[in-house]
């Protein structure tokens, strides 16, 4: 079963046969394949060594629709204009991807990927090459040679992505389809929330069609083969994980519905490898396990049943931090080694981890028949404890770690960090005198200043959904003048969707009259 990021010429696809008919699938291709008219033969494909228990079939599937012509392809005419966007700067840009995005986030096979975009680069993916050309735009300022040039229009390069993308789930989705997918939904700024959770949605639904949810080691494939559906599961698996996070929606993938096994540094790097491609993949080992655990801690935020204590949930992330090592835990217990490539990525995945933990068990204490007073103080301490590890790692960015491996979803931490912080000072000041010596005001002002630095000084869009929701609404609650209305009056501001100054906002909200046309 070929897998390559390339479009094949021929014309259907491989999809995964459910454990409902596997067996007999399995039967009767055993049956036919013993035909000596070798016409009439079953295109049925079992990756799976003989005699295994499980086994996993796949047959071949038309790939498009009836009628459609081959050659040139409606996706690979719209990805023209996007070339020509970006030219002469193209082979720049894949050159930024590989060193930059791919080396902590392996959507793709570094080898293979360059080797064809050098030999053959008509047959990659279209969508694939433009969410690439679009997604690496964001690190333009921050590369020493691009950054002395005039970027393109990076939402313009966005649309032209979008259009290709669109077109290629239309017209031939395929392996190569999900990387463009992801890359999609982890670009950067996040413009709509909705957009993303319909594309995640397609990520989804493509990778179980084909079987990329199962563990493929003892499939007869090439190892190559192996390795790439294993990487785009566990991209596929940290995108949903965050997403559910940032976005407030349940997770669609659960640990129990997936048997690919934890990533290893072995898998992950390349034959001719570097000290660099190690670390990578070592921090990328620490965010899949992150992801996987994070599974326990959204069950408490969407499930509808009571979860019960969330002491198995702090010993989990204990237990998940004992079982890092050398450099990677420094990363998470000291917050050092912040240079290795996606380490302050991975600090921030975990601070905000924990903050999630300590926003339960502080709802957990308030909802309390008899809330103890001492107990109540101590979870609003932990709260800012925690909140100001966040707070020191924004203000310990520098350039190159701004134009490092970020995850999208890092600008609703922020966010969120800010909006808990508001709501703990308003929670924990007597009236409206105290509240501009709360600590946890404080804090949030901290945030906000130091996000506004790197926003200024350096364009970091992460900082600019934080920056535009909180700035107006923490410099009303630090004036000494505040009154109970003003309190309230910021209150319904921070509530306000539309209190973000970003045109896209209004794409992500509707009035009660648009509800109902059509």
């Not at 599937?61 to 409606?74: E, H, I, N, S, Y």
């Not at 010993?315 to 931090?321: G, S």
């Not at 970020?406 to 007597?430: G, V």
């Not at 906000?448 to 923490?474: K, M, N, P």
Request: hydrophobic fraction near 40%; aromatic fraction near 8%.
């Amino acid at each position: 079963m070929p897998i390559s990021l390339h479009q094949a010429d021929d014309d259907d696809s491989p999809h995964i046969l459910g454990p409902a008919v596997t067996s007999d699938s399995h039967v009767l291709a055993d049956y036919l394949s013993n035909v000596r008219d070798g016409t009439r033969a079953m295109p049925m494909i079992r990756p799976m060594l003989g005699g295994d228990s499980e086994p996993v079939m796949f047959t071949r599937v038309q790939k498009r629709p009836l009628g459609m012509a081959v050659d040139p392809t409606p996706p690979s005419l719209q990805l023209q204009m996007i070339q020509k966007l970006v030219e002469p700067w193209a082979d720049e840009l894949v050159r930024t991807f590989m060193s930059t995005v791919t080396l902590c986030f392996p959507l793709v096979d570094e080898e293979s990927f360059m080797n064809q975009f050098s030999d053959a680069r008509d047959r990659i993916s279209p969508a694939l090459l433009a969410a690439i050309y679009a997604h690496t735009l964001t690190y333009w300022p921050y590369d020493p040679d691009l950054c002395k040039e005039r970027c393109p229009d990076g939402r313009f390069a966005w649309n032209l992505a979008n259009q290709v993308l669109f077109s290629e789930l239309r017209h031939s989705p395929g392996i190569a389809t999900l990387p463009a997918l992801l890359l999609n939904v982890g670009g950067r700024p996040t413009t709509s929330m909705i957009g993303n959770g319909l594309l995640l949605g397609s990520a989804v639904s493509l990778s179980h069609s084909l079987g990329l949810n199962r563990n493929p080691l003892s499939w007869n494939i090439p190892q190559a083969e192996k390795y790439l559906r294993m990487k785009l599961w566990w991209c596929l698996l940290v995108q949903d994980r965050w997403c559910s996070v940032a976005h407030g929606t349940p997770p669609r993938l659960r640990n129990n519905q997936y048997d690919v096994p934890q990533p290893k540094v072995e898998y992950l790097v390349p034959e001719k490898h570097s000290e660099e491609h190690v670390a990578a993949a070592s921090v990328f080992c620490a965010l899949v396990g992150l992801s996987e655990l994070l599974q326990g801690f959204l069950e408490h935020v969407y499930s509808l049943d009571p979860v019960g204590p969330t002491g198995d949930l702090e010993l989990a992330l204990d237990q998940w931090v004992d079982g890092l090592r050398n450099d990677v835990r420094k990363v998470i217990a000291r917050g050092s080694m912040l240079d290795l490539p996606g380490a302050a990525n991975l600090r921030l995945a975990y601070l905000s981890t924990r903050l999630l933990l300590r926003r339960i068990e502080l709802n957990q204490t308030k909802e309390a028949q008899d809330p103890d007073p001492t107990a109540l103080s101590a979870r609003y301490m932990q709260v800012r404890r925690t909140a100001e590890d966040i707070v020191s790692l924004v203000q310990e960015l520098d350039l190159p770690r701004l134009g490092g491996f970020w995850m999208p979803m890092a600008a609703f931490t922020f966010s969120h960090t800010a909006t808990f912080l508001i709501r703990c000072a308003l929670e924990t000041t007597d009236g409206p005198g105290g509240l501009s010596q709360n600590p946890s005001l404080q804090l949030a002002n901290d945030l906000v200043t130091a996000l506004r630095a790197h926003q200024e000084q350096h364009g970091w869009d992460l900082a600019d959904i934080c920056v535009a929701q909180h700035s107006d609404i923490i410099t009303r609650l630090l004036a000494e003048e505040t009154s109970g209305d003003d309190l309230a009056d910021a209150f319904m501001t921070l509530q306000d969707p539309f209190a973000m100054d970003f045109p896209f906002m209004d794409d992500m909200f509707y009035s009660n009259a648009e509800l109902f046309n059509f």
